[in-house]
């Protein structure tokens, strides 16, 4: 990864230590100008534990500037750094993949950073909350956010101020503790109670009138997380005259109700004019909002959230473990690798609702077969990982084969249909043999492939010496099936309408699709086909196929298609974008069939786009001097993708679908939505968001102002011609 600030300009040169590829264009640049306006420090740090971001916050809070950190290790920008605690959580994001929260009283050592220049020059550091948490998908990477709290630390300070001040001037104290949003409670030297403020009263379950005289502990029973019971640190203080080290511990709080509330308490003296302890006050408040945050970015750190299952992150954490005890301890485990058979086929039928609650189901019926000691995880798509402990081959192949015939029994209802699945599952052996993690995840994902190639809902054993020759024999059946498919014309296209939003009965815009018909009639979804054709460059002659069939349907129906305003929209591969022929093969077509301008526009991915992106480029220009226009699919889904959507000429952004599908119910995804509407709203592109499969989509899209929508709440994808090829839009 680059290194980069987002407060370097555009022709500043990256340190020659950072170890970047300056033969890389420059990137971020919009990217950049998002994070600076962010409101918290954003600051990354790679597996060397050099800084490669530093955004403007951090240079207004530190006065260190960007040039300067980059490069850098946190110990030689600031020097005298005690912070422990946070190096140690730096670590372990890195290494463990690990997110950390540190809250002010948690990390006693902050960094040296300043909310004014005047607090600066008293030596008066903020105080600070950290979050700690790891890039997915990019490395060993750590993002460190770092929170200004200091007001939250002022007031408290203030009320100890004013609880001292007022002690005297009683009626006044109390309407001031009565106003404020934390609860207080005043003891005598005996630890009775004296006075407890409104929200006091409503945490505990005690009214001032009864339980003024009362010993604290009756009223305010707290504990820690450690189970440690009628934890007093209001006697510590009056005890000791010392405020009690009570910073370190989770509390919880058991009111009158037995309601158990997570809170955070500070304990004060109150002192007379000659400075003799005369009580003590505890301040304290609910934050049983910011632990549950704080165990869900946890939990998230190693869990799915679709699934309930542990993920990739924590699954190859785990899986290393397994590997060294394996050499090490000479014990046998296995793992295995599944990949469902038909899901492809329900998410294409019923949308991804249903795919999302099929990967659910059978979440519920993969744990159901696995032991106490073995480890269950959704490593990305639907595809699973199960490793098992102490496992000899023999037990293994066993529970693979139960696993199997349990998802293959397993009936998968959404309305009126009803889907059978089955699963292909890869097995290898742990071993004092195994050579390394990347090894044994490669060997799993090569045997679920043979398996998936052998006819499916197979168990595949990992053989280390298998047959070459038998493996390029699979690998050539799906060769065979594509070839005979085109050349006997068992293509088919379908479309899906992409209609303006504020207008959904007036569009004439639709996506091309493609369908296989299979020897027996059956009609296979692009998603079974499409990876099989890519993986072994098939891609350009389906490519050309549906290319060649779209213009020749345009070129004898062209009147009635200029009249009524179709725009047809063609989806390119990666290695048609890439490859002269399919160029040539356009401008031949083009030329040949008279298409008019505008009535074309080829779909390509991001992905495909960046992989190759001066002949992309050069592709795009190439096609829109000739009329056709471009729309990048699956926008937003790489991290750098708004650097490098200015050097793409597009005319369309096709927000990625796994943004749109939730947005409805997550502000996160809907503020990324937003974002990207912004963006090439800025640019002068339309936008369209996929996967709009609900009547609430549609509402959050009209409010956000994106210009078309796609999806099953618009219309399914449809047949474009009928049996004997004729035109059925007309």
Not at 43 to 52: D, E, G, M, R, T
Request: hydrophobic fraction near 40%; include cysteine; aromatic fraction near 6%.
């Amino acid at each position: 990864m680059d290194s980069y600030s987002p407060t370097q300009s555009s022709t500043q040169s990256p340190s020659p230590e950072l170890d970047v590829d300056v033969t890389k264009p420059k990137k971020m640049d919009i990217y950049a100008a998002i994070v600076d306006q962010s409101n918290v420090g954003i600051f990354v740090i790679n597996h060397k534990s050099k800084l490669i971001c530093w955004n403007q916050w951090m240079v207004s809070s530190s006065n260190i500037e960007a040039s300067f950190a980059l490069g850098k290790t946190l110990d030689e920008i600031f020097p005298d750094l005690p912070g422990l605690r946070f190096m140690q959580s730096i670590n372990d994001c890195i290494n463990k993949g690990m997110s950390s929260l540190l809250s002010s009283k948690l990390n006693p050592h902050p960094l040296p950073l300043y909310s004014t220049a005047s607090e600066q020059a008293k030596g008066q550091v903020m105080s600070q909350m950290i979050m700690v948490k790891p890039v997915q998908d990019q490395g060993k990477l750590c993002m460190v956010h770092v929170f200004d709290v200091s007001p939250a630390k002022a007031r408290d300070q203030l009320l100890r101020q004013r609880t001292s001040e007022y002690r005297s001037k009683e009626m006044h104290t109390h309407a001031i503790l009565a106003s404020i949003g934390d609860a207080v409670i005043t003891t005598d030297l005996q630890s009775h109670i004296d006075y407890m403020n409104p929200i006091a009263e409503t945490m505990t379950g005690w009214a001032l009138g009864e339980s003024k005289g009362r010993p604290l502990k009756q009223v305010f029973s707290v504990m820690s997380k450690k189970g440690e019971k009628d934890i007093d640190f209001v006697e510590r203080c009056l005890s000791t005259d010392e405020e009690p080290d009570n910073e370190s511990h989770e509390l919880a709080l058991n009111n009158r109700d037995g309601v158990c509330i997570a809170i955070e308490e500070s304990v004060a003296a109150i002192r007379d004019t000659d400075k003799k302890i005369i009580g003590a006050v505890v301040v304290f408040r609910d934050v049983s909002s910011a632990r549950k945050l704080s165990q869900q970015i946890s939990w998230q750190a190693t869990h799915d959230t679709l699934t309930g299952l542990f993920n990739r992150n924590y699954f190859d954490a785990k899986l290393t473990d397994m590997v060294t005890d394996a050499r090490e301890g000479d014990r046998h485990h296995a793992l295995l690798y599944l990949d469902l058979d038909q899901f492809k086929v329900v998410n294409d039928t019923c949308g991804h609702v249903a795919g999302d609650e099929l990967l659910r189901q059978v979440s519920l019926l993969l744990s159901s077969h696995i032991r106490a000691n073995d480890t269950l995880a959704r490593l990305g798509g639907d595809e699973f990982g199960i490793q098992l402990l102490n496992c000899p081959a023999q037990v293994a192949l066993r529970i693979a084969n139960q696993t199997r015939h349990s998802i293959g029994n397993f009936r998968f209802c959404w309305e009126d249909k009803s889907f059978g699945i089955g699963v292909s599952i890869g097995l290898v052996e742990v071993n004092s043999q195994s050579e390394s993690v990347e090894q044994v995840l490669s060997d799993a994902d090569t045997a679920c492939y043979a398996a998936k190639d052998n006819g499916r809902n197979q168990v595949h054993v990992y053989r280390t010496h298998a047959s070459e020759a038998a493996v390029r024999q699979s690998e050539m059946e799906w060769v065979t099936r594509i070839q005979s498919a085109i050349e006997q014309q068992r293509f088919r296209l379908y479309f899906q309408t992409i209609t303006p939003v504020l207008c959904l009965n007036d569009s004439n815009h639709i996506e091309i699709l493609i369908r296989m018909l299979d020897t027996d009639g059956e009609v296979i979804s692009p998603g079974a086909f499409i990876p099989a054709a890519e993986r072994y460059n098939l891609m350009p002659a389906i490519d050309h196929w549906v290319i060649g069939k779209v213009f020749q349907l345009i070129n004898d129906n062209l009147m009635v298609l200029i009249e009524n305003g179709y725009q047809f929209a063609i989806n390119l591969s990666g290695h048609s974008l890439s490859g002269a022929d399919t160029l040539d093969y356009i401008c031949d077509q083009l030329t040949k069939q008279q298409i008019p301008k505008g009535m074309i526009c080829f779909e390509i991915t991001e992905t495909a786009a960046i992989s190759n992106l001066s002949s992309a480029s050069h592709f795009i220009r190439t096609l829109k001097q000739q009329g056709c226009l471009f729309s990048l699919d699956d926008f937003g889904s790489g991290l750098s993708s708004f650097a490098y959507l200015k050097n793409l000429p597009v005319d369309y952004l096709k927000i990625d679908g796994s943004f749109v599908k939730d947005m409805a119910t997550d502000v996160i995804d809907q503020a990324m939505v937003q974002s990207i509407n912004q963006i090439g709203h800025v640019m002068n592109l339309k936008t369209i968001a996929e996967f709009v499969e609900s009547e609430e989509i549609l509402q959050c899209l009209k409010d956000i102002g994106v210009d078309y929508a796609q999806g099953y709440a618009i219309a399914k994808p449809t047949p474009l011609t009928d049996s004997d090829g004729k035109l059925l839009i007309t």
